[in-house]
């Protein structure tokens, strides 16, 4: 079993910055990509930024250039390094990766429970 806890978020300014972080905690084989995804309220999750476990990266167009995803492979950990922040990123946060638990099990998909980024004009 695995569990992911964000960390990192709340209300800033716009034109602010934060820096979420989710730590992989469990009993698990290992992780492979891991990603950072967004819910706004009455819309649907999008992905935000994603990153491979040599660090590929991938980015939302609404993001690129204001966002930066990192990720510690030693510490099972992603960051979401979020600047210049807008009123329209307000959402909940999630982390998501995909983990596989033993050697001999398919990657799964695993959730955190999310952490609100609030940004005011």
């Known amino acids: 079993q695995v569990h992911l806890v964000e960390s990192g978020g709340g209300l800033v300014q716009a034109g602010g910055s934060l820096r979420l972080s989710c730590a992989a905690s469990?009993?698990?084989?290992?992780?492979?990509?891991m990603g950072w995804y967004r819910q706004a309220p009455g819309k649907q999750r999008e992905l935000v930024a994603g990153i491979t476990r040599d660090s590929t990266t991938n980015y939302a167009d609404f993001v690129k250039g204001r966002f930066t995803i990192s990720r510690d492979n030693a510490k099972n950990t992603v960051y979401l390094h979020m600047e210049t922040l807008k009123p329209e990123d307000t959402a909940f946060y999630y982390c998501?990766?995909?983990?596989?638990?033993?050697?001999?099990?398919?990657?799964?998909?695993?959730w955190g429970q999310g952490t609100q980024v609030s940004v005011s004009s």
């Open positions: 998501n990766a995909l983990v596989k638990l033993t050697l001999m099990s398919a990657f799964r998909t695993s």
């Open positions: 469990g009993s698990f084989f290992s992780i492979s990509t």
